[in-house]
């Protein structure tokens, strides 16, 4: 029994997350509020740096893939910048029946988007990429939704009062929407945000 125990307290204890010591300043390549503020939330300084990137992708690839390739994209807009810096690009998207849904082109797109996902599930993929001048490492997480039926009114509503045109799938679930459309969510609540917190944290701690 006593070396059962021991050997379970060492699984725990290697197992353990490690603490993340930042070693490098950070600039988080994204002008999104979310990400900026779940950033803050974890601790980190950091610096945030914009730069103008083509957001096109091959449409062969899959929605994880194309959240990858996007957050890439953006980290090779910042090589220089990686000399003396460790660079934190990502990318949200919504997948609905196969169909991605990026940020609406104006009202009546994000009512449209959002009549779709109204009384359905979809899923939410964000795509991370963690550059250096040496090293380039990247990694997505996915999270399903669902959602409540959502009344022509409500969304007439949402869209009317809030801010759906810099959100893809046209929707934020820490908005008012969220608090009355998502019924559950399986997986990262963070990563719907914009930012998967959690695996953010643990390819930190191991870069």
Not at 20 to 36: D, E, H, M, N, V
Not at 54 to 72: F, G, N
Not at 141 to 161: A, G, L, R, W
Request: glycine share 4%; aromatic share 10%.
């Amino acid at each position: 029994m006593c070396l059962i125990l021991v050997g379970l307290y060492s699984f725990i204890v290697n197992t353990r997350q490690a603490m993340y010591k930042q070693t490098l300043p950070i600039l988080l390549a994204s002008k999104s509020p979310r990400r900026q503020e779940l950033l803050k939330s974890m601790d980190l300084d950091f610096k945030v740096r914009l730069k103008e990137v083509d957001e096109s992708y091959p449409e062969d690839l899959l929605p994880a893939e194309i959240a990858v390739y996007i957050a890439q994209k953006k980290a090779e807009a910042f090589t220089t910048d990686r000399n003396d810096h460790l660079v934190i690009t990502a990318d949200t998207i919504v997948a609905y029946k196969n169909e991605i849904l990026g940020k609406p082109d104006d009202a009546g797109h994000a009512f449209e988007m959002l009549t779709k996902l109204s009384g359905t599930n979809h899923q939410v993929y964000t795509g991370v990429c963690i550059a250096s001048a040496d090293k380039i490492t990247s990694f997505y997480d996915v999270t399903e939704v669902f959602f409540n039926p959502i009344s022509s009114e409500q969304i007439n509503y949402y869209i009317k009062n809030y801010n759906p045109m810099d959100k893809a799938g046209a929707y934020g679930v820490q908005d008012w929407i969220g608090m009355i459309a998502v019924e559950r969510i399986i997986g990262s609540y963070t990563n719907v945000m914009g930012l998967p917190t959690e695996k953010l944290y643990r390819t930190l701690s191991a870069f």
